[in-house]
């Protein structure tokens, strides 16, 4: 099985992708590749880029790390936010029929009535919990 992880030389994305290589074809990319590391640029925002990756890797999953996650980075440039969390992950579906798993954020929840499971009810309380909430997109 080929799986392609989207940013995957993050904290999350460099140990799922360790766990995964042991057993699995796994294709990395990131926005940036730190030194001696092998893998692929790709920034989830360039439609046209995310499906030459797609195209020519051929994944048979993917999974998506790639995304704006310091809130207060978010808060200061919520166009950007939209543009990597939420038209990112759009490019990904669109360009991809496969299954797609994508990691969200418990930022989702408003943090009143925890603990929280995958049916509990989005409360997002700043733009980084909006913008990757699940209900945000798909209204988009």
Do not use: W
């Not at 790639?66 to 969390?85: F, H, Q, W, Y």
């Not at 418990?106 to 699940?134: H, L, Q, R």
């Amino acid at each position: 099985m080929r799986i392609l992880i989207t940013g995957a030389f993050g904290q999350i994305g460099t140990a799922v992708s360790r766990k995964l290589e042991t057993q699995f074809d796994v294709i990395r990319t990131g926005r940036n590749i730190p030194g001696r590391q092998k893998g692929h640029l790709l920034d989830v925002r360039d439609k046209i880029l995310v499906q030459n990756i797609i195209d020519v890797v051929a994944p048979d999953l993917i999974i998506n790390l790639a995304a704006l996650t310091n809130v207060d980075d978010c808060e200061l440039n919520p166009d950007l936010a939209k543009e990597i969390n939420i038209a990112g992950v759009q490019h990904l579906c669109d360009a991809f029929s496969g299954k797609i798993i994508h990691l969200s954020t418990d930022y989702v929840f408003n943090g009143v009535n925890g603990p929280y499971s995958e049916e509990s009810t989005v409360a997002p309380i700043n733009v980084y919990g909006n913008k990757t909430c699940v209900r945000t997109y798909s209204a988009q």
